[in-house]
């Protein structure tokens, strides 16, 4: 093998690895909770946390929910800012 030739397959190693890594890394310091409430059961980006007999909105949602199922709870009342880190909510 040719020096160039093993050089140029480092560095196309390196730089795959450096892409794979960096997504990862990138992923895990913003995925925050991508765990399904204990209380809800979750398909794809929808949370069902319905008829669990909740007094309150979980507090470990996770941010990748879309579509968020709090029907038949007994959640008086939901405060300013409880869904403030929930980007991609669209249906509550």
């Known amino acids: 093998m040719r020096p160039s030739f093993m050089m140029a397959a480092s560095l196309r190693y390196f730089y795959t ?5 960096t997504a990862l ?8 909770n991508y765990k399904c409430p204990s209380a809800c059961s979750c398909l794809g980006s929808m ?3 319905s008829k669990q007999g909740l007094t ?5 949602l996770p941010i990748w929910v879309t579509i968020l199922e709090l029907s ?3 959640i008086p009342e ?6 403030k ?3 991609k909510l669209e249906e509550l």
């Open 47 to 49: 949370v069902d946390c």
């Open 78 to 83: 939901i405060t300013n800012g409880t869904f």
């Open 56 to 60: 309150s909105v979980p507090d470990d």
């Open 72 to 74: 038949f709870n007994g």
């Open 85 to 87: 880190d929930l980007y």
């Open 25 to 32: 890394f990138v992923t895990i310091g913003h995925g925050g």
């Open 17 to 21: 690895s450096f892409v794979v890594l």
